[in-house]
């Protein structure tokens, strides 16, 4: 943490030192991290004896809900009348792995409404921190589950981190690094999780729970989506897989049976940016990724109402899913450049 987050770390220890009631938030279609950095934080706070809810704007997929007290979150589209009440309640409001309030969904107007002290932690590019009281942001962590394991070290409470914690924790780190083959590069990340193993997480164990528990669905709609759905641009060297609600039906859908699917063109040689369309209600959920040095933040920012990481960001589009590829198509010309390139995997 730079000075500067230290000062706010110093403000927050100070709101922390009454018991307080607290709300712990984070974004729609919440992820690994997203999950694993709230329970984390939720269980460190009740240790301390604060008064804690988790709320999540929509339901978390299926193959997290190993994560210890993650059955005590409240959705919010299922408890809309509890979470604003505790909402209108709580004094302190933790924003968890978002940038930006709108991030929240249906969560976002009550965001807003709330006269709680707002504190974000988070490690996305470009934060609005004018929508919150202390922020503590840092782009180049690998995860917030890694700022939420340094904010409690800042509050003096690594002692307090027992095997659930651990857990969360290392849930946050392992998914938001893809098992640690990207956003990993810094010797800190790995010390971290050398710390959280010493707490009792027993890596392979979590590695089977997050990675090893598809249904036959779920991989039948991979396997469909590759065979069936994919496009090859390779003059722009870019892929692009597409599913209609259509698919999703076909194969049974459930919340997180389409995670992991838009890295699966990445790993073509020749790829450098791949993209996902997902046909929701009234309109297309956009996901992006790319290898190197091609941000597909700014890409995303500039062209499809969304963001996030230099190589991973999400986006949406309100037109068909034949129109949002032939509007992919129109644009991608003018990154031809900055898309060719070849990584060197020997320097």
């Not at 180049?140 to 409470?157: C, H």
């Not at 076909?250 to 890295?263: L, P, S």
């Not at 956009?286 to 190197?292: E, I, L, P």
Request: some cysteine; overall charge positive.
């Amino acid at each position: 943490m730079n000075k500067s987050q230290v000062e706010q770390v110093k403000k927050i220890k100070k709101l922390l030192s009454e018991k307080r009631k607290i709300v712990i938030t984070t974004h729609n279609n919440p992820d690994g991290d997203a999950i694993g950095s709230s329970m984390a934080l939720y269980h460190f706070l009740k240790k301390q004896g604060h008064k804690v809810d988790a709320i999540v704007p929509n339901m978390y997929p299926q193959f997290l809900a190993w994560i210890p007290g993650a059955d005590k979150m409240i959705v919010y589209e299922n408890k809309s009348a509890k979470s604003q009440a505790l909402l209108a309640q709580a004094e302190i409001v933790f924003s968890l792995d978002y940038n930006a309030i709108h991030r929240t969904g249906s969560l976002a107007d009550i965001l807003l409404r709330t006269e709680a002290k707002k504190i974000l932690i988070d490690h996305h590019i470009d934060p609005e921190t004018d929508s919150f009281d202390h922020c503590i942001s840092t782009v180049d962590t690998s995860s917030t589950a890694e700022l939420v394991y340094n904010f409690i070290d800042q509050l003096g409470g690594l002692d307090l981190i027992d095997k659930p914690i651990a857990e969360s924790l290392y849930a946050g780190i392992v998914t938001d690094t893809g098992s640690f083959s990207f956003s990993c590069n810094r010797k800190e990340t790995f010390e971290v999780t050398a710390n959280l193993i010493s707490r009792g997480v027993d890596a392979q164990k979590l590695h089977r729970l997050i990675y090893d528990t598809f249904s036959e669905n779920r991989l039948r709609l991979l396997g469909y989506s590759i065979n069936n759905r994919m496009i090859v641009w390779e003059e722009f060297n870019t892929a692009l897989i597409y599913l209609t609600k259509a698919d999703l039906k076909k194969f049974d859908y459930r919340v997180g049976d389409t995670e992991g699917i838009v890295n699966y063109p990445l790993t073509m040689e020749k790829i450098n940016q791949s993209i996902l369309l997902t046909e929701k209600e009234k309109m297309i959920r956009m996901s992006f990724r790319s290898k190197g040095k091609f941000s597909v933040n700014d890409f995303v920012r500039k062209h499809f109402n969304g963001g996030g990481h230099m190589n991973a960001a999400g986006g949406k589009s309100f037109t068909t899913i034949d129109k949002t590829i032939d509007e992919i198509k129109k644009i991608l010309p003018a990154y031809k450049k900055q898309l060719n390139y070849k990584l060197n995997y020997n320097s």
